[in-house]
């Protein structure tokens, strides 16, 4: 049957087609008969829903599945990114994790922080300057003397008394070390410095000529075999007073700081007889042996050895006391004869010299003075010479 061209069906097809291309056009560029879009301007189109990712830990238990026997492929593989995991052998890991976490625990443990404790003599000349069987002799003579209100162990006490002489530690520090408050560390310091003054204060003895000369060591008996005691002064640094008349008594230009001053007598064996008070930086020696009280000690009849700085010639000639001091050049040059008297002075009186160095082993001496430890500085002298005194002598040291 053939089609027959009827007007309204060329109109409707042509309607159709006009459509279809204004459809078209509306996907592609805008044109001058539509300039503008009409489809999916962005208000009524759904929004996107983003793919959440799914980590390990949230992917559920594995269940049992048929395996091919020609495949080594699992369904349940998950691949997330770069990152995947066999969940049919994830119920076989706890093993594994269970050794991870013993580890990690292992590792990041630590032993619990302990007070110090002295295992052998070098720990205990490195705390306390002692050997250890002495430290533990001198704990011995001091129980009697401990106070039960610090509720601390007598040997812990004593040792952060010697640590503070000897290393001249913050009291920060201190209780950091020992585990106890900074005003428990400062009381027990402050209980066991007058203490221990009082009870070692026999270990400074003042020699009878008998003894002197009985302990006297062949270097003394060649040239000089009646000296009775060495003399000499030491200085220790402290801080910087601030009152205006303590800071002008220790301040001395020579080492351009502030410091105290004290005075040694030591017998030729070299143990330390006597330790003055101290005294500001800037006192003369003169007027520290004259206020010190060492002359009550000199007998008729004793040699003291001096060094030049020692002007008591007047005062020594009052009690009937030898004096020994190096030759002074003055204007003229010495004669071979007093040059070698004055050199075998000096290789005598170095024991004194070596006396103090021991008593500078006590940092608290050899270092800054806190401003703190000011009115307990004369009881310090004292217990450094006591626990220096503990040690053995110079001379047979040498031997």
Known sequence: MAT?????NNILQNTLFCVQQKKKNSYRQPSTENPYPELWLGYDRPLRKTR?????????????SDVDDHSCTSKNVASVGTQWEDHIFEEHCYIKRQHIVTYVNQSTQCDTFKPPTLMNDYDSNLYTGLPLHTFHTLVAVLRPHENLAYQTEIEQQILLTLMKLKLNLLIEDLAIRFRISVSKVSRIISFWIDTMAAVLKDLIPWLPKETIRATTPEA??????????ILDCSESEVQRPGNLDSRSESYIHYYACNTIKYLVAIAPCGLVMFISAAYGGCCSDKCITCDSGILEYLHPGDEVMVDRVFLIRDLLFERQVNMII?????????????VTCSRRIANVRIHVERAIRRLKVYKVLSQTLPITLMPKIDTILRICAALVNLRDLICQADN
Not at 4 to 8: A, D
Not at 220 to 229: L, M
Not at 326 to 338: D, I, S, V, Y
């Open 326 to 338: 190096p030759h002074f050049a003055n204007k003229t040059q010495l004669t071979e004869g007093k």
């Open 4 to 8: 027959v061209n009827c007007p309204v």
């Open 220 to 229: 003394y008996k060649q040239h000089y075999p009646n000296v009775t005691h």
């Open 52 to 64: 959440r990712r799914r980590t390990l830990a949230s992917v559920p238990s594995p269940k049992q």
